[in-house]
């Protein structure tokens, strides 16, 4: 990258520019191969150039770009019917990305209350090491003091908790509770997942004090944890949901779902979007879906999931000087990093592989969910190298 640079210098890059991709792969303009074990942070969920998606896409290129959300727009109806027909939800608010769905899921919690005659009930509880975005609501929810440092005084009516903390949300809870915001599986905050016993206190808790239970599935969701959100695992079931990152493919795409009760506060006129639910995303998120909801999709996330668990726990094993513990569900997997985070991701890149750092040193791998056994074994094989490099590094230092 040239010295100075026109944009904003809010992201420390990679010097990596990939020129196309294919399925697992990344090429970059110099024709180099990277499997690409980050999909763009759990986005490209059907692998890139996915040629049903490339088609939807071009189709729908060649009707109708945009729409205001003044007229009615099929694939909004469509893409919204299967989604509820797939899951707890009655209702689809369409978004353009992840922080946009958490707004609109935190303003259906608060305006559910409202329209019950409860204004004040607007608190959200949420969780350490929470991530639910950049907007101002979102990292006020987030909570990380490093996202909010310097962005004025943090928005009102978070209430934040140890993640896992039963008592300290029952402690939380006052007479202006409206919900609770969690992440099943924590993704940011370095895959960290929720325990069942967890999950299904806080589904206790809402329903004992007449709030909503509000999920964070931008990540989690769609396939990722190899069932369409990672609630099902729990067998616990919210009021609200947010979704984006797998949902479209690649195509800027979220959605908020809720219930029929939950979103009967969100009448004419009080939320809207430019481009939410524009026509190019519905195609491509309509595609997105003909893909996962395939027999056998969610089957393979499971499968290949499993030989990358094993795997990894085999490679733990054999370099506990590298790697301390491997953790997630399906294919949202984290290795705990028993040397700087950095320096393993560092390693894995040098083998053309592709990951993702996250909290608590932790590497994030986040496959295209259309990964074979295959290429997990190819993955494998690579961070073994990387660990097999950082080991001799460490060796040569020491000698
Ligand atoms: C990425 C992410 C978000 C924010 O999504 P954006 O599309 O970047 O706004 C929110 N919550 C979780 C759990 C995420 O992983």
């Not at 009707?63 to 209702?91: C, M």
């Not at 990672?230 to 949902?247: F, M, N, Q, R, S």
């Not at 990951?355 to 961070?383: C, F, H, K, W, Y």
């Amino acid at each position: 990258m040239a010295e100075t640079t026109p944009l904003y210098e809010t992201y420390s890059r990679a010097p990596l520019r990939f020129d196309r991709g294919e399925g697992v792969w990344l090429i970059t303009e110099g024709g180099e191969r990277y499997l690409d074990f980050g999909s763009g942070v759990a986005v490209t969920s059907v692998g890139h150039s996915h040629p049903h998606l490339v088609a939807a896409l071009k189709e729908q290129a060649d009707k109708v770009w945009h729409l205001s959300n003044v007229y009615e727009i099929p694939g909004q109806e469509r893409l919204a019917k299967r989604l509820t027909d797939s899951s707890f939800a009655d209702k689809v608010f369409f978004t353009n990305s992840g922080a946009e769905a958490l707004e609109c899921a935190i303003k259906t919690a608060r305006r559910y209350h409202f329209a019950k005659g409860h204004p004040e009930r607007y608190h959200i509880i949420t969780f350490q090491g929470a991530f639910h975005g950049r907007t101002l609501a979102t990292i006020a929810a987030g909570g990380q003091e490093k996202y909010l440092e310097g962005f004025g005084p943090k928005a009102p009516g978070f209430d934040q908790v140890p993640f896992g903390d039963l008592d300290a949300v029952r402690a939380a809870i006052t007479d202006a509770t409206a919900g609770i915001l969690v992440e099943p599986i924590q993704g940011e905050g370095g895959i960290n997942p929720a325990t069942p016993d967890f999950m299904k206190g806080l589904r206790q808790i809402c329903d004992e004090h007449g709030l909503l239970l509000i999920l964070d599935e931008v990540q989690s969701g769609m396939g990722r944890t190899g069932r369409l959100f990672a609630h099902e695992i729990y067998g616990v079931t919210p009021d609200i949901l947010a979704a984006a990152k797998g949902i479209g493919g690649g195509f800027p795409l979220g959605a908020c779902l809720a219930t029929a009760e939950a979103a009967s506060g969100m009448v004419a006129g009080t939320h809207g979007s430019t481009y939410g639910g524009n026509p190019l995303a519905m195609a491509v998120g309509n595609a997105v879906l003909d893909v996962v909801l395939e027999d056998g999709f969610l089957q393979n996330v499971r499968d290949v999931g499993l030989v990358m668990r094993q795997g990894l726990a085999s490679l733990k094993d054999r370099y506990p000087d590298i790697i301390q513990d491997v953790r997630g569900e399906g294919l949202m997997l984290g290795i705990k990093a028993a040397v700087p985070v950095g320096e393993l991701l560092q390693a894995i890149r040098a083998n053309k592989m592709l990951a993702m750092t996250a909290g608590d040193n932790v590497v994030r791998l986040l496959p295209p969910l259309v990964v074979t056994a295959q290429d997990a074994r190819e993955a494998l094989s690579r961070i073994e190298q990387a660990a097999e490099s950082l080991r001799m590094k460490s060796a040569r230092k020491t000698a």
